[in-house]
């Protein structure tokens, strides 16, 4: 698939017992899914709003920033979708294959959500109707074909699409009414539905339950929350990123412990990071850039970062953390190859280092092998790699410093 579309491989650091594991795993699931290659269920529009679920009627009052492998999308306050970097596939939504380091405006429109994935972007709109482009190989896009676009095409039908969320070959989002919905790769079980798909190019309902409000896509695995505060995994646990105890996969939804107090929740390439309401901060899966936030090696259960308790989000990608705590300060741990931890640096952390001395970050950031960030008052910086100009700030240098991202007047 080429670098770029490697993403999740490069950040792994792997023992010879794990690589038999998910070997074992991999082998499974190709037998399981040995069949289908497309998908056929298409998304039924619901009526019931879930308490927790986005309603997809306003742009958002806090800005977000969503990062790919080369690329990065950001959401204003007005509502107005920008992206830039890579744009090999069309990622960027602008009707080109054109690379871009400074961000470049998809459509008129205004956006309540995005989030990006490897070589490709999914958003929705303020009307509630899902939009995705860029690269499609696997079905990722949800357009019922494997076509590559280099602008926005629509998501099935309906107008209840609440938040999404894009991997590296699959993307999940819940609609108002609780509903959860996958589609793209599924080689790995992440589509948590049926193991004989072994990709669909239509969104699949995950099982019946109407109550998700949160869901998370790593490289083969997905996580999501439900509105009474439990935590479900599947797909691919080879480094133990489902937080259930095995180093092999799950074809359905299981539930991480027995806690009701699961909040904010990310994903990484081979491991997974969530808040609880309390304030804590947990991690589990592959460590081997410490991207658990803790010495050691990897983890198939959650353990808690550090004692504090003031945790108030988290982004995850490959093999990095970010989380903002509540006085509006910013920390990044795991590996920093690219300066993608924002602290002067390249050496990859095992715990929380502080990113610069600000106060004023919000929880709308992002990370990858680049780092991004909203402050209060509006302005975006980012920091890490930047061959492709994905920090938005008109060059191609890379930065272990948060640098401003300038967006058109």
Known sequence: MGAERGWLRNGRRWSGARLAARAAAVAGIAVLAAGTMTGTASAATGARAAVGARAAVTPPTTATVAEGYAHTCAIRTDGSLWCWGSNYSGQL???????????????????????????????IRTDGTLWCWGYNQRGQLGDGSTTTRVSPVQ???????????????????????????????????????????????????????????????????????RTDGTLWCWGDSSS??????????????????TGTTWAA????????????????????????????????SYQTTPVQVGGVTTWSGISAGASTACGVRSGGTLWCWGNNTAGQLGDGTTTPRY?????????????????????????????????GNNGNGQLGDGTTTTRSTPAQVSFPS
């Open 93 to 123: 939504g602008d009707g080109t294959a054109v690379n871009h380091t400074t961000p470049v405006r998809v459509g008129t429109g205004t956006w309540t959500a995005v989030d990006a994935g490897s070589s490709y972007t999914c958003a």
């Open 155 to 225: 998501v099935a039908a309906g107008t209840t699409w609440g938040t999404v969320s894009a991997g590296d070959s699959h993307t999940c989002a819940i609609r108002t009414d609780g509903t959860l919905w996958c589609w793209g790769f599924n080689r790995l079980a992440q589509l948590g539905t049926d193991t004989s798909v072994y990709y669909s190019t239509t969104p699949r309902q995950v099982d019946t339950t109407t109550t998700w409000s949160g869901v998370t896509t790593g490289y083969g695995h997905t996580c999501a929350t």
């Open 240 to 257: 133990g990123q489902l937080g259930v105890g095995v180093l092999s996969y799950k074809t359905s939804p299981t539930q991480v412990g």
């Open 265 to 296: 929740l990310a994903a990484g390439s081979a491991f997974t990071c969530a808040t609880r309401t309390d304030g804590t901060l947990w991690c589990w899966g592959e460590n081997g850039y410490g991207q658990l936030g803790a010495s050691g």
């Open 351 to 383: 715990a929380p280092a502080q990113v610069g001395s600000a106060t004023s970050w919000t929880g709308g950031g992002g990370v990858n092998y680049h780092t991004c960030g909203f402050r209060t008052d509006g302005t975006l910086w980012c920091w």
